[in-house]
């Protein structure tokens, strides 16, 4: 009977190991591919910082353009609504 309780228990610690080792090359594997696809991204961010390095200098102008058409856009608002409270019901 010990024989067969000694034998049980090495099955189980066997079964045990080889789960355990399964479960790591899975953690592995899942890291190596997390890497493979974090290096593509860090090259295609180092892609668009080359390709907007140009814009720096316009954002100020496009900004300051906006803003003025803002304003003009919030004084046509403004008279569009006059003419709807004179006009309106």
């Not at 046509?76 to 006059?82: H, I, M, P």
């Amino acid at each position: 009977m010990t024989g067969l309780l000694t034998q049980a228990t090495w099955l189980a610690l066997a079964l045990l190991v080889i789960a355990l080792v399964l479960y790591l090359v899975g953690v592995l594997i899942a890291l190596w591919r997390a890497g493979t696809h974090l290096a593509g991204v860090e090259a295609h961010l180092s892609q668009v910082a080359r390709d907007t390095e140009p814009l720096e200098g316009k954002v100020g102008t496009i900004n300051t353009a906006l803003g003025q058409l803002h304003q003009g856009l919030g004084a046509v608002d403004r008279d569009l609504a006059g003419i709807v409270r004179l006009f309106g019901p």
